[in-house]
């Protein structure tokens, strides 16, 4: 028994680092968001539309809606 307490605290162990790292991970996204709005007033989706409009020859609505969604599957939402 000895064996599967150890290997329970270990594993909760890693579930706890997992947890602070996460956590870490999104206190400094809403750092730089908040930095971001601040001093450029956007918020980071709106500065990469602006980036893929500026990038642009031609646009039409329907290429920047496009990007919009590319940009969200790439970010996983």
């Known amino acids: 028994m000895a064996v599967k ?3 329970v605290t270990n594993d909760l162990d890693i579930c706890d680092e997992v947890l602070i790292a996460l956590r870490r991970v999104t206190r400094a996204i809403d750092i730089h968001s908040r930095s971001l709005i601040n001093s450029h007033g956007l918020t980071g989706p709106q500065a990469l539309i602006l980036k893929e409009i500026s990038k642009a020859e ?8 496009g990007a919009k969604f590319s940009l969200a599957a790439q970010q996983g939402c």
Request: hydrophobic letters at 75%; glycine letters at 0%.
């Open 5 to 7: 307490r150890l290997t």
């Open 58 to 65: 031609v646009l039409t609505a329907a290429m920047v809606i």
